[in-house]
């Protein structure tokens, strides 16, 4: 069986060399890159694509605009925007740009990963919107005032 690729686009090399290490141990062939322009490039050379997981803070094109830009090419992609603001206005536009987990760091690493060894990436696309903080994984609810 063939691996699937994720992609990753963070801009610390600490968070990006744990996150490639991490999910290459959940079975996929890893892409990692530090800027936005160096994604939209391998993009462009990518047939398919599973996983996309996106620092919110990049500093050429942020993590909002690298999942739109991503869904024009790969509509089925998991993706995920990693942050570490807690902002509830941020999660409701990054669901509404197409993200799939919103992802709080350092909280959500572990359960990510238990959740792609378990259930694959078309169960975190079928689970959208899913919050994943230090209150553990759930749906993410828009609060009415």
């Known amino acids: 069986m063939a691996k699937k690729t994720a992609l990753i686009v ?5 968070n990006r060399i744990f ?5 290459q141990q959940a ?13 939209l490039s391998r993009l462009s050379e990518l047939d398919t694509l599973a996983l996309a997981v ?3 803070e990049i500093p ?3 993590g909002l605009e690298m999942t739109m830009r991503l869904r024009k090419k790969f509509p089925d992609t998991c993706v995920v925007i ?3 603001h807690d902002d509830p206005s941020l999660m409701h536009s990054a669901f509404d740009k197409g993200c799939d987990v919103f992802l709080v760091k350092p909280h959500g690493f572990m359960e990510l990963f238990k959740r792609l060894t378990t259930e694959g990436t078309a169960s975190l696309h079928e689970s959208r919107p ?5 209150y553990g994984p759930r749906p993410f609810r828009v609060a009415l005032s």
């Open 82 to 84: 990693a942050t570490m």
């Open 130 to 134: 899913l919050l994943i903080d230090q």
């Open 19 to 23: 996150f490639e290490r991490l999910l």
């Open 27 to 39: 079975g996929f062939d890893i892409i990692g890159v530090d800027t936005g322009r160096e994604a």
């Open 10 to 14: 963070e801009d610390t090399a600490a």
């Open 54 to 56: 996106f620092d919110m």
């Open 60 to 62: 050429d094109v942020n």
